[in-house]
């Protein structure tokens, strides 16, 4: 009988060294005369255990973690492919792991669990059901049930995707498109890698749903050149689409057209932000556009365009296969459904947790996360990516929760968590937030190309104690004019992780405790 | 990136060759850029005016594109390309002591080389990596969970190769 094992491809397995182990297990293999099949699937998301290898036995499948080619004689020795064994790394039947049982999986149901470029496995894993449901709809119905599922865009603002999608189809015009956001620039973010990685096809019945409601002929994945693995993995995904006919003129034989593309960024942060994306996606430099038009009205070309982050359009078919109540069933107030929280940075066990809005900050960092990589004590959580309030431990018992997280002057954004322990200074990443600001700024609008830089140079004096208290006053009245008069996120949010990091840690800026003043 | 010298091409025709088959519009651009940055290495000065004339732009607009993105370089890397991420999730793991191994390893600062010609040291702003950091890639390998020790390593490996 063959043996089939699980080696992910996802890159930061690879980046582990999952290739040469995958490559190590096919030789032992052979050498042994074993009828070995090796899959190469996504991540689970249990990251800290890449590369984490997985048996399939009569009892489900058995992990082994941080495997490293050098264990791979002692695992078949121990007896791995014949059933559960005793292995210093095993942790046992996977599903039954902790980190993963304690998850609400929808968006990321078949994450590691399948072959990402297999179109058979994606479909006998209930792919592809939402987009045959949408089929039988008409485009004002499929809207309807995205704006009853409450889906908010997972990308960092929140706006309602039906919303969004309702503006496009009563745009009447030609052409329509639909984009893809995987501009997936910020630090302690990697669920969108996941699934382009992990479950491409998701990502492309998503984006073909939205084709078919809005009446869209064309789309575009915008990705980072960041992400190699990201884009082999969607061309072949494509490919393979177009091939079986979920692609192209004539989509499952609706008559519907819908054609694909990856484009390749090129190292711009700025392109993140939606409106610099379609100048990007347009040949030009990746400047934001003042609003309106809203891209719904005036996208890309001109066209009444759908932009959507990766997670957004990755949700749609499992709101469209089990419907919007299903969907909304999850979650606490106006944050319906799950959130995929990605745990990173100096944490112990960091990966990607999709659970229901509500969990509180505390549980995801000890629960799950199991507190600290260094074993220090946790100082500083930065949650919603670069442009993110830094929380300090009196924060950690907030819900995640859109609104929760407005009300304390912090975002929750994309549900990126980055963790600091007490080695961490505060002046210096609020300087190194002014200094991401004035190297990623597209330049169009005065108070992010200037306030940026001004920003490190009175940071600077703060840190060397030149005219301090005046500088601190001074900062806050620059931060006052970045946040008011930006253009866009990238200087109107600057401010969060500056003004965050000097209320919370005052003597981080040479500052006693109840200097500071409320931000 | 390591690239592969083809005797009798020089750079200028392999950009002259990408200019003859790809797309004219603007929408192009990018695709094209990346292109010839794939087969050289980098993109020349020189061959500006030839790739705004196929896209029919001023020299001013592409090489305002040019300059606009971080990944597009305008001279030629070392043999081999290092990416240090430097974002939040990577510091809070120790990114700017890595940094600083990798500059006193290679004697050079970010955006410079090594006297040699052999690396290449740059930074980049999140490899999607964050929950194993620091991370960094050299040429087209990611690399997780880094430290000084294994970066030394690595460099080694990469030396060592033909």
Same mark, same amino acid.
């Given at each position: 009988m063959?043996?089939?094992?699980?080696v992910?491809?996802d890159s930061?397995?690879?980046?582990?060294g999952?290739?040469?182990v995958?490559s190590?297990?096919?030789?032992?293999?052979s050498?042994?005369?074993?009828d070995?099949q090796?899959?190469?699937?996504?991540?689970?998301?249990?990251?800290?255990l890449?590369p984490l290898v997985?048996v399939?036995?009569a009892?489900?499948?058995v992990?082994?973690?941080e495997v490293e080619?050098?264990d791979?004689?002692?695992?078949f020795?121990?007896?791995f492919?014949?059933?559960?064994?005793?292995?210093?790394?095993?942790?046992?039947?996977?599903?039954?792991?902790?980190?993963?049982?304690?998850?609400e999986?929808?968006t990321f149901?078949?994450?590691?669990?399948t072959d990402?470029?297999?179109?058979p496995?994606y479909e006998?894993?209930?792919?592809?059901q939402g987009?045959?449901?949408?089929?039988?709809?008409?485009?004002a119905a499929?809207?309807d049930i995205l704006?009853e599922?409450?889906?908010?865009?997972?990308?960092?603002a929140?706006f309602?995707t039906?919303?969004?999608?309702?503006?496009v189809?009563n745009a009447?015009?030609?052409?329509?498109y639909?984009v893809?956001n995987?501009?997936?620039?910020d630090? #302690? *973010?990697?669920a969108d890698?996941?699934?382009?990685?992990?479950?491409?096809?998701? =990502? %492309? @019945?998503?984006m073909?749903?939205?084709?078919i409601a809005?009446g869209?002929?064309?789309g575009?994945?915008?990705?980072?050149?960041?992400y190699?693995h990201a884009?082999?993995t969607l061309?072949?995904?494509i490919?393979?689409?177009?091939e079986h006919?979920?692609?192209?003129?004539?989509?499952?034989?609706?008559?519907?057209?819908?054609?694909?593309?990856v484009?390749?960024?090129?190292?711009a942060?700025?392109?993140?932000?939606?409106?610099?994306?379609l100048e990007s996606l347009e040949?030009k430099?990746?400047?934001?556009?003042?609003k309106?038009?809203?891209?719904?009205i005036e996208g890309?070309?001109?066209?009444?365009?759908v932009?959507n982050?990766?997670l957004?359009?990755?949700?749609?078919?499992v709101?469209?296969?089990k419907?919007a109540?299903?969907?909304?069933?999850?979650?606490m107030g106006r944050?319906r #459904? *799950?959130?995929?929280?990605?745990?990173?940075g100096?944490?112990?066990?960091?990966? =990607? %947790? @999709?659970?229901?809005?509500?969990?509180t900050l505390?549980?995801?960092?000890?629960d799950f996360?199991?507190?600290?990589a260094?074993?220090?004590?946790i100082k500083a959580?930065?949650?919603?990516?670069?442009l993110?309030?830094?929380?300090?431990?009196?924060?950690?018992?907030?819900?995640?929760?859109?609104?929760a997280?407005?009300?304390?002057?912090a975002?929750?954004g994309h549900?990126?968590i980055?963790?600091?322990?007490?080695t961490?200074?505060?002046?210096?990443l609020?300087?190194?937030?002014?200094e991401f600001?004035?190297?990623?700024?597209?330049g169009?609008?005065?108070?992010?190309?200037?306030?940026?830089?001004r920003?490190?140079e009175?940071?600077?004096k703060?840190?060397?104690n030149?005219d301090?208290?005046?500088q601190?006053?001074?900062?806050?009245?620059l931060?006052?004019v970045?946040?008011?008069?930006?253009l866009?996120?990238?200087?109107?949010m600057?401010?969060?992780?500056v003004?965050?990091a000097l209320?919370h840690?005052?003597?981080d800026?040479?500052?006693?405790?109840?200097?500071e003043?409320p931000v | 990136?390591k690239?592969?010298?083809?005797?009798?091409?020089d750079a200028?025709?392999?950009?002259?060759?990408?200019?003859?088959s790809?797309?004219?519009?603007?929408?192009?651009?990018l695709?094209a850029?990346?292109?010839?940055?794939?087969?050289?290495g980098f993109?020349?000065t020189?061959?500006v005016a030839?790739?705004?004339r196929?896209?029919?732009?001023?020299r001013?607009?592409?090489?305002g594109?040019v300059?606009?993105?971080?990944?597009?370089?305008v001279t030629p890397?070392?043999k081999?390309l290092?990416?240090?991420?430097?974002a939040?999730s990577?510091?809070s793991m120790?990114?700017?002591?890595?940094?600083?191994?990798?500059?006193?390893?290679?004697?050079?600062?970010?955006?410079?080389?090594d006297?040699?010609g052999?690396?290449?040291?740059?930074p980049?702003?999140c490899?999607g990596q964050?929950?194993?950091?620091?991370?960094i890639?050299?040429?087209?390998k990611l690399?997780a969970?880094?430290?000084?020790?294994?970066?030394?390593?690595?460099?080694?490996k990469?030396?060592s190769?033909p």
């Open positions: 063959t043996i089939r094992i699980f992910p491809r930061t397995a690879i980046a582990l999952a290739d040469d995958s190590a297990i096919a030789a032992e293999a050498r042994r005369q074993l070995v090796i899959v190469r699937n996504g991540t689970r998301g249990l990251l800290w890449e997985e399939e036995t009892e489900g499948r992990g082994y973690g080619v050098d791979v004689t002692a695992l020795e121990a007896g492919h014949l059933g559960p064994c005793t292995h210093s790394a095993s942790i046992g039947l996977v599903e039954e792991f902790p980190y993963l049982k304690k998850q999986r929808l149901a078949r994450s590691g669990i990402p470029v297999s179109l496995d006998a894993h209930g792919g592809y987009l045959r449901r949408a089929l039988t709809l008409e485009g499929i809207v704006i599922s409450g889906l908010r865009g997972r990308g960092g929140a309602p039906g919303i969004k999608w309702k503006t189809l009447a015009a030609q052409q329509k639909v893809c995987a501009d997936e620039g630090s #302690g *973010t990697f890698r996941v699934i382009m990685e992990g479950d491409p096809f998701v =990502l %492309i @019945e998503g073909t749903i939205a084709a809005v869209a002929s064309k575009y994945i915008y990705v980072r050149s960041e190699p884009i082999a061309k072949q995904a490919a393979s689409a177009y006919g979920y692609l192209g003129s004539n989509v499952l034989g609706s008559g519907k057209h819908f054609d694909l593309e484009f390749k960024g090129a190292g942060y700025i392109c993140g932000e939606e409106t610099a994306l040949g430099r990746g400047v934001v556009r003042a309106p038009p809203l891209p719904a890309l070309f001109g066209k009444p365009s932009i982050n990766v957004s359009l990755a949700s749609v078919p709101i469209l296969a419907g109540s299903f969907y909304k069933d999850f979650g944050s #459904g *799950t959130l995929p929280i990605q745990l990173a100096n944490i112990k066990h960091g990966g =990607l %947790i @999709e659970t229901a809005f509500g969990i505390r549980e995801v960092l000890y996360g199991g507190g600290s260094s074993g220090r004590p959580v930065q949650v919603g990516g670069p993110g309030s830094y929380l300090p431990e009196s924060e950690w018992d907030t819900p995640l929760d859109y609104e997280f407005s009300a304390l002057w975002v929750l549900g990126g980055v963790v600091h322990d007490d961490a200074d505060m002046a210096k609020a300087r190194y937030a002014m600001c004035a190297i990623e700024s597209c169009k609008c005065t108070p992010c190309r200037i306030g940026s830089t920003g490190v009175v940071i600077d703060i840190i060397e030149k301090r208290p005046q601190i006053v001074l900062l806050r009245d931060c006052d970045m946040f008011n008069g930006s866009c996120a990238m200087g109107g600057t401010p969060y992780p003004l965050s209320k840690f005052p003597q800026f040479g500052q006693r405790p109840g200097d003043r | 990136m690239q592969d010298a083809v005797p009798g091409i200028s025709d392999k950009v002259k060759s990408i200019l003859t790809c797309g004219t519009d603007q929408a192009d651009l695709p850029l990346h292109a010839i940055q794939d087969a050289i993109i020349p020189e061959n030839d790739i705004a196929v896209f029919n732009l001023s001013a607009e592409v090489h594109v300059s606009f993105y971080h990944y597009f370089r890397p070392a081999h290092i990416q240090i991420c430097r939040e990577c510091l120790g990114a700017e002591g890595l940094l600083a191994h990798a500059k006193k390893i290679l004697g050079c600062d970010l955006h410079g080389q006297k040699a052999n690396f290449s040291l740059e980049v702003y490899l964050c929950a194993t950091s620091p991370a890639m050299i040429d087209d690399h969970k880094l430290t000084p020790a294994r970066f030394d390593k690595l460099i080694a990469v030396r190769e």
